[in-house]
């Protein structure tokens, strides 16, 4: 069974404009998560991660928003920039478990 | 400073062929995970070593599949008798420390393809 879902498998926004990226989790033992940018055929980078103690994160144009009622997690990027143009990908992680459970990712496109 | 370092970066192999993928992670770095990306699938995780412990190899789909790391830094992963179902992208990545708030580092990945 899927633990971590991206439900979006692409997403296409202007440049200039909000790109929020969604994703949801099934496992209530999840308190860390992580979003990761992937360029092709580049292994995929970190880019910014929230603990279950917070419902908010943000640096620079990334935020991540998290709503752990809902088991729901966004990144949005403001202002969105063709170089922003990768995978992202959701991870999830519980306090017993070093491993990173990872959605599909969502391709995002920014367009000029 | 470099970063985590994977050979080759693809690799064609006939289906029954055994084959190796090598992991150079970050220098220093006491943890190292192998995860494979299938087509259209996310991250698969596969194995973990941290330092001198004994190797969490839960993730490991068959006993076709084993890893090792020699001297607490590089990693081998060995596919034997491949099957064209192993046909994915094999990503190392390493880490400072088990501690969660340090993130992966990827390498950029090994590109399987079995014919």
């Known amino acids: 069974d899927q633990q971590v879902k991206q439900n979006s498998p692409s997403l296409s926004v202007q440049e200039g404009r909000i790109s929020i990226l969604n994703c949801d989790y099934t496992?209530?033992?999840?308190?860390?998560f992580l979003w990761y940018k992937k360029y092709p055929a580049e292994g995929p980078t970190f880019l910014i991660s929230?603990?279950?103690?917070?419902d908010k994160n943000e640096d620079g144009r990334f935020t991540v928003f998290l709503n752990k009622s809902a088991k729901h997690l966004s990144l949005h990027i403001v202002p969105s920039q063709p170089g922003d143009s990768a995978v992202y990908f959701c991870?999830?992680?519980?306090?017993?478990?070093?491993?990173?459970?990872f959605g599909k990712g969502t391709l995002l496109t920014v367009n000029p | 400073g470099a970063g985590v370092s994977q050979s080759p970066s693809n690799k064609v192999t006939e289906k029954g062929k055994d084959v190796e993928l090598r992991c150079d992670p970050i220098?220093?770095?006491?943890?190292l995970y192998w995860y494979r990306q299938s087509l259209g699938q996310g991250l698969e995780f596969l194995i973990y070593?941290?330092?001198?412990?004994?190797?969490?190899k839960s993730g490991l789909p068959s006993d076709r599949f084993s890893a090792e790391r020699t001297g607490g830094s590089v990693s081998t992963l060995t596919i034997q008798r491949t099957q064209q179902e192993d046909s994915a992208v094999y990503l190392c990545?390493?880490?400072?420390?088990?501690?969660?708030?340090?993130?992966?580092?990827f390498g950029n990945g090994t590109r399987l393809t079995v014919t």
């Open positions: 990545a390493s880490s400072p420390s088990r501690d969660r708030v340090q993130p992966l580092h």
């Open positions: 496992n209530s033992m999840f308190d860390y």
């Open positions: 929230i603990s279950s103690i917070k």
């Open positions: 991870a999830a992680s519980d306090g017993s478990n070093y491993k990173l459970t």
């Open positions: 220098s220093g770095h006491t943890a």
């Open positions: 070593f941290q330092g001198n412990s004994a190797p969490d």
